[in-house]
Structure formats: C-alpha cells, structure tokens
C-alpha cells in the first residue's frame, strides 16, 4: 500500500482506517446501541459514501480526458487562468525550455490621473509671434474676410513676424488673434487706403488677449499707452520736495485726458516710488477707482535710463495748499468727528454745527481700506504714531515722530478732491511699504472706519486677488520686468494677501458692516 501524496488524499486515507474497523465493530458486537454510538456510525457511514461519489466522478472525467485526445489535454494544462494579486501587481510570464515565453491572458488597465493644468492666466504667456494683417469692416456686399484655417499656409508664411501690441483706426482686427486675408470676389474692389498695416515698434503696455481685463475701462487703456508710448516733448520740474519732473508728452489726442497746457503731462517720481504702479492696479482690481493712471518708464534722460513710474497728470483736481497738500483741511480729531456724523450718507444733508466737508463719508472706508493692504500712512498718520517707522521713513527724517502725545492736533496731508466732483476723493500719492512684517502694521489707519465697500470685501473672500494682480500688472511691461518677473510680483502679491486675511479678520471681530458704496 502507497502513501498518498497530496494532503487531501491522506485526509481521506486516515478517516477511512478509523471509521471503517469502528463500523463493523459497531454492528458485530453485542453492545448496546447508545445514541453515540448511532450517532458517530452514521457520520462515518455519510462521509463514506461521499469519498465513494467523488472517486466515481474522477473516473468518469477521466475517461472524457482520454477519449478526447492528448492535444486538448495539454491545451488546458498550459494555459491555466492566472491569479491576479489584489495589490495590482503581476508574477512575470513563465518561460518555456525552448526560450520562448507564454503571455498571460491578462487585460491590463491603466487608469490614468487627470493632469493638474497650471492656472491660466491670462496674458501671462506671450503667444506665437505672427504676422498681422488687419483691415477695415467692410461694407455690405462689397468685402468679406474670411479667417486663416482656409488659408494654413498665409498664417505659416507669417509665423517668424512680429505681433503689434495695439492698433489704433476703426473696427480693426485685434492684436493678438490670428491673421485675417481678404477674399474678393466678382464685381468687388479692393480700397487700399482702407488698410492699416501694423507698426513696427512694440508698446510696453501690451496686450495679448481679445481685450483688456474687465477692471479697466478703455480710458484707462488710452491713457496708459499715452504715458508708457507717447512721445516726450520735453521735461519740467516740479516745486516739490521729492524730486518729482513733469514729463510733457506730444501727439496726445483730443479726449478726455487732462493737460498740463496743449499737451498731456504725466508726473515722474523717483524709482524708490514704483509702488505707484501696484497701487493703481490695486485700486482698479477692489472697483475703487479713486487713483490716477500710473505706469512705469525708462529713458536716457529721465534717471539714467532706470524705471520711474509716471502718473497722469490731472489739471481738473483742486488746489491744495503748501503746507499739507490737500484741498481739505482736516485734523485727526476733526476727521473722527466726521465718521461719526456719516456726512452725506443716504442723501442725508448735514446740519451745519456738524462740521461735515464736501467729501461723502464712504470716501473715508474707501481710503482707510485701501490704505491699510499698502500700509500708507502719508495721509491719515503723517507723525508714525500708529507703527515703529524706520530710519528712512519721511516722518523720522522730518522729526515728526516724537509729535505723539496730542494726535488730535495733526492734519491730514494728501486729502485732495476734483473742482467739478467734491463729493469724491482722489487718491494721490500711493506710496506703499510691502516690507512691513504682521506685527508691526499700523491699524490706526482703521480706527472709526465701521463700515466697508462691498466690492473690494468681495474681491478679498473671492480667493481670486492673486489672478487679477497677475493679469494687470503684466500689461505694464517695464514694471513687470523691473519687479524681476513673474517671481517678484508673486512675492508683492504674497504680503497684499496676507494683509487681506488679516483684514477680513479685523471686519468680523470688530462688528464692521459690509455695505454697497456704489458711485
């Protein structure tokens, strides 16, 4: 007798060496038939009969197997279903003696993960430079322009050529959209004067997209290229203590933008006051709109060729005095009083032992707002009395800091309004200080301020301040490049952030109210 060799049949073997003698002693000898005894002669008797059941079957599927053939045999021997593993993982197929290999029968899938596409902003990545040809809308039944997939090798010729930044006429094609050709047909005639070819040179205001960003308006557009592009008809100095130049422009067109005399005029400040330009977007990104259009620019003969910025010059603002530069003159003690009375709130006209100025009292939440994500403290804390100001800082060099102890006393500087719109204040002056850490920013600028504009709140909890910066300051090209790229500017949108949260803190821990200021 052989011992099995599988575990199952020596399993079977040794239940049938015990039951079988139990069974026939069971039934032979003369003892009584206890419950046990039935009981375990009947589960012996049972699993006797299943071992005889499945050796039946065995026998029969072999003979199946023989019958067949030994080709189908060694098929289903070789090609067993393989297992796979539940951590996705795969054995590598078995090789054969003759060293060929047998492939699994195995789909592999493959799931893919959605690629993170970086977020695009727009302007931000400079398109292919082509050429373009641009031409007048034309007339009913007369001229069609057709786009450049009729036409591939046109946009292929022009790949290698230079892109405009703006194009000044009528209904132009835009700068930054795919070539157009002019398709003529019968009884139509060409009117070459109606073209306008592109120019050579490239603006520093540029503009890649269909249009400008949403925030600002084609005014600003215009006035921006004026100070970035415009020609310089000569430079004047200014009466000021900060060295500020009057650049006078030529070619300026007729419109809306404020002169100096026949020619426009922008303000040219020191290199150290770049921060005008961020102040400008800034401003125009919260829907204030209270600052003058500013930009920089670089020349031979304006601080030897190094990046200034240039603000317009506005002849409609009013005049203001030596001594603190504004058309109002206010206090701080003064200036508190006013928020209290919420001068000319909801078409309220003030009583005249109020003391109320001109200026409407959502201008003070605008400025306090805006004041405090630049930290400029030119206008409403001229002494430093609500921060540790540094060395350089004007209020040290000017020995005002000590002048703490009575701040009801100190006016207000750079409080400036337009002649024709007294009820509006016109933020100037917007130097702002991004080196100013967390725990040394000046919340005087706050103090009375209880309610604030809805549309830059809004703008601030949107988590979208970074995207619309990027998009507006990458149109002024001198000012991107001179703040060392897309790096730099992420690093002065980094601290407006943080200001930001800080702010939305102060407004929910203080009560302050969220209220539309429209205009």
């Known amino acids: 007798m052989t011992c099995p060799d599988k575990p199952g049949q020596l399993i079977n073997?040794?239940?049938?060496?015990?039951?079988?003698?139990?069974?026939?002693?069971?039934?032979?000898?003369r003892r009584p038939r206890t419950r046990r005894n039935l009981l375990l002669g009947t589960a012996c008797a049972i699993y006797l009969g299943?071992?005889?059941s499945q050796v039946g079957r065995a026998s029969l599927q072999?003979?199946?197997?023989?019958?067949?053939?030994?080709?189908?045999?060694?098929?289903?021997?070789?090609?067993?279903?393989?297992?796979?593993?539940l951590d996705g993982t795969l054995a590598p197929p078995e090789s054969q003696g003759n060293g060929t290999t047998l492939q699994p029968n195995v789909v592999y899938i493959t799931l893919r993960s959605k690629r993170s596409k970086p977020a695009n902003i727009r302007g931000t990545v400079k398109p292919k430079r082509r050429k373009k040809y641009a031409v007048a809308s034309p007339a009913p039944g007369q001229e069609a322009l057709a786009g450049p997939s009729l036409q591939p090798q046109e946009a292929a010729r022009a790949a290698d050529a230079k892109v405009p930044g703006y194009i000044q006429g009528g209904n132009l094609a835009k700068a930054g959209e795919r070539p157009w050709r002019l398709l003529r047909g019968p009884g139509v005639?060409?009117?070459?004067s109606d073209f306008q070819l592109p120019k050579a040179g490239e603006t520093n205001i540029r503009i890649y997209s269909e249009s400008a960003p949403s925030w600002l308006s084609k005014e600003d557009i215009r006035r921006m290229r004026l100070l970035a592009d415009g020609a310089v008809a000569g430079l004047q100095p200014v009466s000021s203590n900060s060295g500020a130049r009057l650049l006078v422009l030529d070619g300026g067109t007729s419109?809306?933008?404020?002169?100096?005399g026949p020619?426009?005029?922008?303000?040219?400040?020191?290199?150290?006051?770049?921060?005008?330009v961020?102040?400008?977007?800034?401003?125009?990104i919260l829907g204030l709109n209270r600052t003058l259009p500013s930009v920089s620019r670089k020349s031979e003969f304006i601080q030897d060729g190094r990046p200034c910025p240039v603000i317009l010059w506005d002849s409609s603002l009013s005049p203001t005095s030596n001594e603190t530069h504004s058309s109002v003159k206010l206090t701080w003690g003064t200036y508190q009083q006013l928020l209290k009375q919420k001068c000319w709130q909801n078409g309220r006209v003030p009583k005249p032992e109020w003391g109320c100025t001109e200026v409407h009292h959502h201008e003070w939440s605008k400025m306090a707002l805006f004041d405090f994500l630049l930290q400029i403290y030119n206008r409403l804390d001229t002494n430093c009395c609500g921060?540790?100001?540094?060395?350089?800082?004007?209020?040290?060099?000017?020995?005002?800091?000590?002048?703490?102890?009575?701040?009801d006393s100190v006016a207000l500087a750079h409080i400036i309004q337009r002649k024709h719109d007294p009820r509006r204040l016109v933020f100037i002056d917007n130097k702002g200080f991004f080196d100013r850490s967390e725990d040394n920013l000046n919340f005087k600028l706050l103090k009375g301020i209880k309610e604030f504009p809805e549309s830059a709140v809004t703008v601030l909890k949107s988590q979208h301040l970074r995207q619309k910066l990027l998009q507006s300051l990458f149109l002024d090209k001198v000012y991107w490049e001179s703040q060392g790229g897309r790096q730099g500017i992420e690093k002065l949108i980094d601290v407006i952030e943080q200001r930001a949260q800080i702010l939305l803190t102060y407004i929910n821990a203080h009560g302050a109210k969220v209220v539309p200021m429209n205009d």
Do not use: Y
């Open 263 to 276: 020619s426009p005029c922008g303000l040219v400040k020191q290199p150290l006051d770049m921060s005008e």
């Open 387 to 407: 921060f540790r100001p540094r060395k350089e800082d004007a209020c040290v060099q000017n020995g005002l800091r000590p002048k703490c102890d009575n701040q």
């Open 13 to 29: 073997w040794v239940v049938c060496s015990l039951c079988v003698p139990r069974v026939r002693k069971l039934w032979s000898s």
């Open 50 to 52: 299943f071992l005889v």
């Open 62 to 85: 072999h003979r199946r197997a023989a019958e067949k053939g030994p080709h189908h045999s060694r098929d289903t021997a070789e090609a067993p279903f393989p297992e796979i593993p």
């Open 189 to 192: 005639r060409g009117r070459g």
């Open 278 to 284: 961020f102040a400008f977007h800034l401003d125009r």
């Open 255 to 260: 419109g809306s933008v404020p002169g100096c």
